[in-house]
Structure formats: C-alpha cells, structure tokens
C-alpha cells in the first residue's frame, strides 16, 4: 500500500536560519508529489508540486523541494526561515489505483523562534 | 474571489442529531472532495465528486453522505452524529482530478460531538 512518512511532527528553528522538512513516500511507481501548508485555523494551501518534469521544484515564499527517487524522498527547504513560516505542513502523494485521489502525510509542524 | 466557501465554521452537536455542512466554489472546478482531520493524522478524505449528480466514496465514508446536483455546491450531511465525528471538515476542489491539479481548500468546519 501507499504510503506518506513525514519523518518530525515538529521541528523548531530560529528566524533566519535554514528549514528542512523531511518526506519520503512508498510507491511502486513515478508518483506526483505535493507540499501544502496550513496556517493556524486556515486551509491548506498549495507550496508546490512535482509531476515527472524537473526534479528540483520551486514554490512559493522562497521554498523548493527536490524529487529524489532513489530515496523515495521529496524533502522540503528553505534558505531563511521567517516568523510567517510557522504552520503545519503536509507531503502529499498521488494514488496508484486513483486518477482522483491522493494521500496525505500527517504533517510536520514547524515552529520559528525570533 | 472567494475560492472555495464552508459554512459553518464552529458547531456543536448532541449525539445523534443530525445536520449539513455546506460547500460551495465559485471556480468551476468539477471535481469537489471532503476530508476530515484529526490531530497527527494528516486528511482522510470522505467521499468526492468528479462533476455534478456523480460521487465516490473515500477512506472513511461510514456515517456521512453527500449529494453533487450542481457543479458549485457538494454538501456534507451527518445523519446521526457520534463523538468519533468530531473533528475538523474541510472541503476542497479542483479542475481536474487530484494526481496533477492541486486542490482548493476552504477554511473547515470544526465540529464538536458531545
């Protein structure tokens, strides 16, 4: 079965400095891979995708991952950190067997102390 | 641009009452989905919908059901709340199905079963 490992339920970072937030999903084949993340009491909200085009992948407010497929890992970073960036976020893969659907990690929530 | 809309944002229910939480998206998207989120548990998704008068169940459908007679709106109905209810719905959409597009979230529905 497919699944999703967000490998910290927290990681905590001073403002300015590096964040890495780790994924790594299990899948028989070339999944599309997501990140969303989720500020308190909001939705979701699209960071970025990967859909078998570049491996590394840039989104929005300064993060990019990058699609690693000997790891099976898809880990999200950022060069500085900002106090804005505290949130949930989520590594979501496609499923196999669904057009439709996609499974979800349980979501790393990062927290940046001035 | 109001995006994807959920109402109500808070309820509390007694157990075994019964109501709707409502979705509504103004971005024409046809496919429309319902997820539930517990704490560390990332999203379950419900049922979805891949257009008008057509739905699908997902992972954790038992207690809910849901109705698509139009493109814009996919209510969520609980027809006999229980405490194992309780949780935070969101409702999400999305031009085509979830492998490639990425999904619109609204801000959820926190729902309290007492």
């Known amino acids: 079965a497919q699944s999703v490992t967000q490998l910290d339920s927290h990681v905590s970072v001073s403002e300015g400095t590096p964040v890495l937030l780790r994924c790594n999903y299990s899948s028989s084949y070339s999944p599309s891979l997501f990140w969303y993340v989720q500020h308190p009491n909001k939705g979701l909200q699209l960071l970025l995708k990967y859909t078998s085009a570049a491996t590394l992948v840039k989104g929005i407010n300064g993060f990019e991952a990058e699609f690693k497929k000997s790891e099976t890992s898809f880990h999200l970073t950022k060069p500085s950190a900002h106090m804005s960036d505290a949130a949930e976020y989520f590594c979501?893969?496609?499923?196999?067997?669904?057009?439709?659907?996609?499974?979800f990690g349980p979501g790393t929530s990062l927290s940046v102390i001035p | 641009n109001a995006g994807v809309t959920q109402t109500p944002k808070f309820r509390i229910l007694k157990i075994g009452q019964s109501m709707t939480l409502q979705c509504t998206q103004d971005m024409n998207h046809n496919y429309m989905y319902w997820y539930r989120q517990d704490p560390g548990m990332g999203l379950k998704l419900i049922y979805y919908s891949v257009g008008a008068g057509i739905t699908d169940k997902g992972e954790v459908p038992n207690g809910y059901n849901v109705s698509r007679s139009t493109t814009e709106d996919f209510p969520l109905r609980l027809e006999l709340a229980a405490p194992s209810q309780t949780s935070v719905y969101f409702c999400?959409?999305?031009?085509?199905?979830?492998?490639?597009?990425?999904?619109?979230f609204g801000d959820g529905t926190r729902l309290s079963i007492l």
């Open positions: 979501v893969v496609s499923s196999k067997t669904s057009y439709d659907k996609v499974i």
């Open positions: 999400a959409s999305s031009r085509q199905g979830a492998r490639n597009q990425p999904q619109h």
